[in-house]
């Protein structure tokens, strides 16, 4: 079914268009995405062995924060949060502790940048915006239900009926899209958060109230209006680097689209996303993923509670280290957003899949004069192992077996090729997840949004190479280089990776690269994985936002707290 356009499609495409322009081809001929950063030759040790200690070093701090009891935690959350804990705090620890969740208060940081914003407004529009949306989850005396037959909301619904009964009457707007709901402008955001930082204060003891209030013939909402933010000026200073030495060295700066502005014409979803319905407007919607200045409410992705099979692959997912192929493998659908014969070079999963042909590789080598399609070839002062740099395509048909499964194509919808690619792409067989993980290393590219496949990938034992704009609910608990490996959305520094991990590559097995390392990673994912992304973990994420989000949403939500600890102590 042919998808209408919209009316800034054009505008769109020609910002998108002049991006890419300049992202490809106004730079220097000397030039490629590796020399934004300084240069790798001769760097000893490689630059990829820091990041890695640095990693270890990161995750250490962040276990040594775990608390281990009730009175621990409550403090910990003070520290970090400025307020008192919620009602039903409580119940929430004894919940948590009863699954064997590990208590880091860090683990629950998206759960305060998402709901911040809503401080700001106030208790009964929250309430007002999140009943009148089209599809919604509504909990009243302790029950969850729905309305919508929506397999997403299905889903969620089951989720939250493991939590249920420790929950406060309240209605929960869910995103059905793949893409997020909200952009609300900065300047309004802005406004919102200073509202909100005036609540923020340790109430007296003898003040807090402990029960949620009742919204038992709640009346609706009179007054539409919230606020008329002032259009102040957004402050711009300069951005940290999140690249060191041409590789990751700060993962969440590296999925700030703003910090890299020129991601938004190499990403589908800035350049021509499939399903648009955004409102600037701040109202409560929740949902599965989002872009760094999205203002929806994360949820654990619907497809991670599912454990659909062919994003799991769980019968093969234990497979030895030793046991596997000492390579990459990607498959996938050539989403990311409506593409065309005129924007397609700039959808990230045909760059990836181009930049890993090599019959494409081995035609820009031959033809230098002609820019590869939609890449550009890797920089040498990744020093590349000899083997890759000598014969490029040969070490990537060793090391790789990458490539799209299935075209979308703007005139056809899915189809096994698109007029306008058909001279770059042949679509492979599918490979199934379980058969994937055979393979050592595993890319993970955003589709239309994230990528379902992540969680799969963290639980076995092949090292996920992620590169993402996307933020999901788990993110704090993940220390990239030690349980993942970061990639650049520009995709610059993977052949870089996959030298270091792999090597020359061959038959005789991996040539100097680094294959214990790799397997450190895999299995560190793999055990925190185990420990902390399992259905038991989502419940009690799930608990403390929804508590959270039961304060906010009341109307005495300033006074509103759990002090059973500070109370024992007087």
């Not at 999205?294 to 093969?316: C, H, M, Q, T, V």
């Not at 990239?480 to 870089?496: L, N, T």
């Not at 560190?524 to 902390?532: H, I, L, M, T």
Request: charged share 25%; aromatic share 12%; glycine share 8%.
């Amino acid at each position: 079914m042919k998808i209408p356009r919209r009316r800034t499609t054009f505008r769109r495409y020609l910002v998108g268009a002049l991006l890419l322009t300049l992202t490809f081809y106004l730079l220097p001929k000397s030039d490629t995405i590796a020399s934004w950063v300084r240069p790798l030759a001769g760097a000893t040790p490689h630059p990829i062995d820091p990041l890695i200690r640095n990693a270890e070093k990161e995750f250490e701090a962040k276990l040594s924060k775990s608390t281990q009891t009730l009175t621990a935690a409550a403090a910990a959350y003070r520290k970090r949060r400025g307020r008192h804990p919620p009602p039903g705090f409580d119940k929430w620890y004894e919940f948590a502790t009863e699954r064997g969740a590990i208590i880091v208060e860090d683990f629950w940081d998206q759960i305060y940048q998402d709901l911040e914003p809503f401080w700001g407004v106030r208790p009964a529009k929250i309430r007002k915006d999140a009943r009148d949306f089209d599809m919604r989850i509504q909990i009243r005396d302790g029950k969850a239900s729905t309305s919508s037959d929506w397999f997403w909301t299905q889903i969620w619904l089951g989720m939250i009926q493991t939590v249920e009964h420790l929950l406060p009457d309240m209605d929960l707007a869910v995103n059905p899209m793949d893409e997020p709901r909200m952009v609300v402008p900065w300047e309004d955001i802005d406004v919102y958060m200073q509202k909100a930082a005036e609540t923020m204060r340790i109430v007296a003891v003898e003040s807090v109230v402990s029960r949620f209030s009742s919204r038992t013939g709640e009346a609706p909402e009179e007054d539409q209006s919230d606020m008329l933010p002032a259009q102040w000026e957004r402050d711009t200073p300069l951005a940290s680097e999140h690249m060191k030495n041409g590789y990751v060295a700060n993962y969440t700066l590296s999925t700030d689209y703003c910090h890299q502005p020129d991601l938004q014409a190499l990403e589908g979803i800035f350049v021509e996303p499939i399903s648009v319905a955004a409102t600037k407007s701040l109202i409560p919607v929740f949902g599965g993923s989002k872009l760094s200045r999205n203002n929806d409410i994360l949820l654990p992705a619907a497809i991670y509670w599912s454990e659909e099979k062919r994003f799991f692959g769980a019968e093969a997912a234990a497979t030895p280290w030793t046991a596997k192929q000492s390579s990459a493998i990607w498959r996938g659908v050539a989403t990311g957003g409506l593409n065309t014969a005129t924007n397609w070079r700039a959808f990230q999963r045909h760059r990836f899949a181009a930049m890993n042909s090599p019959t494409l590789l081995a035609h820009a080598e031959a033809n230098p004069e002609e820019p590869p399609p939609n890449f550009v070839l890797p920089d040498k002062r990744y020093a590349l192992p000899a083997a890759a740099q000598t014969d490029l395509p040969g070490w990537i048909a060793r090391t790789t077996d990458i490539a799209l499964t299935e075209m979308a194509c703007s005139n056809k919808g899915f189809s096994p090729s698109c007029d306008y690619t058909a001279a770059y792409f042949t679509p492979a067989a599918g490979v199934p997840m379980a058969t994937q993980f055979e393979h050592k290393y595993l890319p993970d590219i955003d589709g239309n949004s994230f990528s379902g496949r992540y969680l799969g990938f963290l639980r076995s034992t092949s090292v996920p190479v992620k590169a993402t704009l996307w933020r999901e609910w788990h993110d704090a608990r993940l220390v990239a280089w030690k349980h993942f490996v970061p990639m650049d959305g520009r995709f610059g520094d993977w052949w870089g990776i996959l030298g270091y991990f792999l090597g020359g590559g061959g038959e005789g097995g991996v040539a100097k690269g680094r294959d214990r390392v790799g397997e450190g990673i895999a299995m560190a994912g793999r055990e925190w994985a185990a420990k902390v992304l399992r259905k038991e973990d989502m419940s009690v994420y799930v608990l403390r936002l929804l508590l959270e989000y039961g304060r906010v949403t009341d109307d005495k939500r300033e006074v509103l707290g759990w002090v059973g600890d500070l109370r024992e102590e007087v």
